[in-house]
């Protein structure tokens, strides 16, 4: 995913790894960059590991039950990677996973 930062561009990479019994369950999101531990401290939805948490993950886990009556039975309105990247999209340009170096300039 590319951003733009302080008027640069940043490249950002993420792994989603599905689940066996997606889409019912929730997918597994990691960002894909060497672990900082000062990203982990800064950033409330990377935890260690790189793992991501954040609440539409959360509410996907929630609500397994009612995705699993979706009428398709497989692609839920809602829970879907199409959502999953916008959420991601949308995190990534609020709070980019970034040092406080290159969040605020600061050498």
């Not at 792994?15 to 019912?24: A, S």
């Not at 948490?53 to 886990?61: A, C, G």
């Not at 609020?94 to 050498?107: I, K």
Request: proline share 7%; aromatic share 16%.
């Amino acid at each position: 995913m590319v951003l733009k930062h302080n008027n640069q561009r940043r490249d950002f990479g993420f792994r989603v790894i599905l689940p066996q019994f997606y889409p019912y369950e929730a997918p597994y999101v990691y960002l894909d960059e060497r672990e900082n531990p000062e990203i982990v401290e800064l950033v409330d939805y990377i935890d260690e590991g790189n793992v991501m948490k954040f609440d539409y993950l959360t509410q996907w886990e929630r609500n397994q039950e009612m995705i699993k009556k979706a009428p398709n039975n497989c692609f839920h309105p809602t829970y879907n990677l199409g959502f999953l990247l916008q959420a991601i999209f949308k995190l990534f340009n609020e709070l980019p996973p970034l040092s406080s170096a290159e969040l605020f300039g600061e050498e």
